[in-house]
């Protein structure tokens, strides 16, 4: 199949080309090198199957070949970045996301909107399964990013009734590994790189805030598979839903690095949830799939990337 992956050159969009072309499939990865990069995708540039267009897709995009499906990540996915142009980001995700169905509409193709848990917002219940509609502040500093993805699903629902356009929709839960970005302040890449650098772990809030983690590898085999399942259009949880809270994650990161690195504690952003957890129930229904890789196996992975990077 012929495939276009939005967001390809960012830390999931690169392994999901990867996957992609792995699968045997063509690739066309779009990106504007906002918050990705081409180091991330240097290794697929060679690939005959692969090909880049540098876009923002906020901007009309056209295709003159055929396109089979789909794959919509383009939208800064941590905080720092999605916080630094809050208009863009909106735009990303509704003049984008209409962008993207509009080729979806015109080419026939299948599209696949990557959703995320922030539709929870600070949720009310836990485990946030599928039918929960959420608890989000519109008007926070994370808005631009919450109701965004929420208006996105939203266009991708409407576009499916009223256009018959074949979508599907996944709300990721926190993923990790290799290629995070260094700089945009997620809890994992941020605890490995202070680790590594000795430098104190910080923890925002007292740490009892549990979080879950799902190793990318997982998480990208997860999403081909909701991309090929027949007939499935309500949203899907995928994500890791072992929980543990973040000062275990600090205490994990320092003995997997063996670091001397202290831990501090500093106030806790606005409107940051305290609990997060994926039910996985339909995942596990509908495309009989959960998370393979343990928290120790992934983590030493993504410490070993981290280390290298730094020496370079
Ligand atoms: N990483 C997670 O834990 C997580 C959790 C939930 C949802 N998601 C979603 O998954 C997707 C990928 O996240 P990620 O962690 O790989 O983030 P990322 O920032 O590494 O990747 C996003 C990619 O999109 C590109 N991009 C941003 N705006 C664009 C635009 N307007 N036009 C074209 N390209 C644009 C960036 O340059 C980058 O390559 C995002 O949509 C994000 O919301 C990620």
Same mark, same amino acid.
């Given at each position: ?12 969009? $690169? ?15 779009v ?5 990705? $990069?081409?180091e ?7 690939? &005959? ?7 923002? #897709? /906020? ?9 089979d499906? =789909?794959?919509?990540?383009?939208? *800064? ?9 809050? /208009?863009? @980001? #909106?735009?990303?995700c ?10 979806? &509409?015109?080419?026939?193709?299948? #599209?696949?909107?990557?959703? @995320? ?7 009310k #219940? ?15 500093? !994370? ?5 965004? %993805? ?12 009223? +256009?018959? =356009? ?11 590994? *290799? ?10 890449? +941020? ?5 590594? %650098?000795?430098?104190?772990?910080? /923890? ?5 805030? @549990? ?5 990318v ?7 081909? !598979?909701?991309?090929n399942?027949? %007939? ?7 994500? +890791? ?9 600090? +205490?994990?990161? &320092?003995?997997? @690095?063996?670091?001397e ?5 500093? *106030? ?12 996985? $129930? ?9 998370? %393979?890789? $343990? ?14 990077l730094?020496?370079?």
């Amino acid at each position: 199949m012929k495939i276009v992956v939005t967001g390809g050159a960012g830390f999931i969009g $690169s392994h999901l080309c990867e996957y992609l072309l792995e699968k045997g499939h063509e690739v066309i990865c779009v990106d504007n090198y906002f918050t990705g $990069s081409k180091e991330n995708i240097k290794h697929l540039l060679s690939h &005959k199957s692969f090909k880049e267009k540098e876009h923002d #897709i /906020i901007n009309p995009l056209f295709f003159d070949e055929s396109i089979d499906q =789909i794959y919509n990540l383009a939208c *800064p996915a941590s905080p720092i970045h999605y916080q630094v142009n809050k /208009i863009r @980001t #909106i735009k990303a995700c509704t003049v984008g996301m209409v962008n993207m169905l509009g080729i979806a &509409k015109a080419k026939k193709a299948r #599209i696949l909107q990557a959703s @995320t848990s922030e539709v929870y917002g600070d949720p009310k #219940i836990h485990p946030q399964h599928e039918g929960y509609w959420g608890h989000v502040n519109m008007n926070g500093p !994370r808005s631009c990013y919450d109701e965004g %993805k929420r208006v996105a699903e939203s266009l991708m629902m409407a576009y499916h009734w009223q +256009n018959n =356009i074949d979508t599907r929709i996944v709300r990721i839960f926190n993923t990790y590994g *290799p290629r995070m970005a260094e700089n945009d302040g997620r809890v994992v890449s +941020n605890f490995i790189i202070q680790a590594l %650098k000795n430098e104190p772990l910080t /923890i925002y809030g007292d740490g009892s805030q @549990t979080r879950s983690f799902c190793y990318v590898s997982d998480l990208v085999e997860a999403m081909y !598979r909701v991309m090929n399942l027949e %007939k499935f259009y309500n949203p899907i949880n995928l994500g +890791n839903p072992h929980e543990f809270t973040v000062l275990e994650l600090a +205490n994990k990161v &320092k003995q997997l @690095t063996k670091s001397e690195s202290e831990i501090i504690f500093k *106030p806790l952003p606005e409107d940051d949830p305290v609990k997060r957890k994926p039910d996985i $129930s339909l995942a596990k229904k509908m495309i009989s799939w959960e998370p %393979k890789i $343990s928290v120790d196996e992934g983590l030493k992975t993504t410490v070993e990337y981290f280390r290298k990077l730094l020496k370079n």
